[in-house]
């Protein structure tokens, strides 16, 4: 069966994150989305701990309004780097939790703990517990492994060769990633590390799953490509919209090539400013091919914008929040979901104004525009007048 996963968020017991983001709230969304498995995030925080575990659990999945929760968390080692680990069962999580005690301060305070140790070290210990690992959002400049790393060896020494997957992250896709050699022989994952349940957060990327079973063990055979069990799908950003694709000022957001951030030793001219590095030139820099080389494992990629944010430039409005793209919405969802409604629903049943209509029909034909971000600034989207033609994205479900 295909299946539609979302496979790394917070819950509301983590650092910046919305109070609705709770398993229930949390399950709701998925389902309008048209996403079955979801990644519980946090789950080493007692308190989230003890609320799953007060579900249902088949196949070391728990379940909730039909919506299947696989347990995970991020953690953030010495050097900053997040991590995402797969965690088998609550009594592997409490075991994992004690192994980390010692070394960090911020398992009751944060879902996303702090631990003192360097990435091998919390690798050593994740493998230990019967735990799956690897890098998460690899090539954020502030967090993402790339930025400190040259390499995975590099960060997991000895581990490495157990380290199955990376997640890309929202300013990376399969043609960034694929430029790498070393990464040849891993899965991807595009996950959506959202913090707010929101329409436009929950799900904004996520991965299509082959699986035989909704269990945890076809899950990460699933990461691991075992068993006829494998990825068909990774669904996200155009990376141009990532807040850290294009060298820019963090400040005024000014964008540099990566010569001039040498140049000027990462100093802004307009603002004096830090010029950080984007993702993009970071890509440039590691890369062993100067175009992407896709072995036969690596399913496609398919960009894909929240429909919230494509109501919202279909009507000429900022915020997706508004009452009048929530009202848009929820009549187009009203009887199928998102995923459908984005790359499946006959355009001529769906209900919504002729200009939201036309705008999702250009976002199928791939007439999108994009205005690349940089230094901590979401790249913007646009949809051309006129831009709409026969030629559609395929459908989800082709792949």
Not at 97 to 119: A, C, M, N, Q
Not at 137 to 148: D, L, N, R
Not at 302 to 323: D, F, M, N, Q, R
Request: charged share 25%; glycine share 8%.
């Amino acid at each position: 069966m295909k299946v539609n996963a979302d496979l790394h968020i917070h819950s509301r017991f983590s650092a910046a994150v919305s109070k609705d983001m709770t398993l229930l709230g949390i399950a709701r969304e998925a389902t309008k989305k048209g996403v079955k498995i979801m990644g519980t995030g946090d789950c080493l925080h007692h308190k989230w701990q003890e609320e799953i575990g007060a579900l249902p659990e088949s196949e070391g999945l728990f379940h909730l309004d039909g919506v299947y929760y696989a347990l995970t968390v991020e953690v953030e080692d010495s050097h900053r780097i997040h991590h995402l680990i797969f965690v088998p069962s609550i009594s592997k999580a409490e075991e994992l939790r004690e192994s980390f005690s010692p070394k960090s301060s911020t398992l009751d305070s944060d879902g996303r703990p702090k631990i003192h140790l360097e990435g091998a070290a919390i690798a050593d210990l994740a493998l230990e517990a019967g735990c799956l690992i690897g890098p998460s959002h690899s090539f954020t400049p502030w967090t993402g492994i790339y930025a400190y790393y040259k390499s995975l060896d590099e960060c997991y020494q000895e581990h490495a060769d157990k380290v199955k997957y990376i997640e890309l992250g929202l300013s990376a896709d399969t043609d960034y990633a694929d430029r790498i050699a070393e990464l040849e022989s891993r899965t991807f994952l595009s996950n959506s590390d959202a913090h707010s349940p929101k329409s436009n957060k929950l799900a904004r990327e996520f991965n299509q799953l082959e699986i035989k079973s909704l269990s945890f063990k076809d899950i990460c055979r699933a990461l691991k490509r075992e068993g006829g069990c494998h990825p068909t799908l990774n669904v996200g950003f155009y990376p141009e919209e990532g807040k850290y694709n294009r060298t820019a000022c963090t400040s005024c957001y000014t964008q540099y090539t990566a010569l001039q951030l040498e140049e000027l030793k990462g100093k802004c001219t307009v603002c004096g400013g830090r010029i950080k590095l984007g993702v993009r030139d970071r890509v440039d820099s590691l890369a062993d091919y100067q175009e992407p080389h896709h072995p036969a494992h690596r399913p496609p990629y398919l960009h894909l914008i929240p429909l919230a944010e494509i109501i919202a430039i279909a009507l000429g409005v900022k915020s997706p929040y508004t009452a009048k793209v929530q009202k848009s919405w929820n009549e187009l969802t009203s009887d199928r979901t998102e995923i459908e409604v984005l790359v499946e629903a006959d355009l001529s049943e769906l209900k919504a104004e002729p200009k939201v209509i036309d705008a999702i029909e250009a976002f199928r034909s791939g007439k999108v525009i994009v205005k690349p971000g940089g230094g901590g600034k979401y790249g913007e989207v646009a949809l051309p007048q006129g831009a709409a033609t026969k030629e559609k994205q395929k459908s989800l479900f082709d792949f």
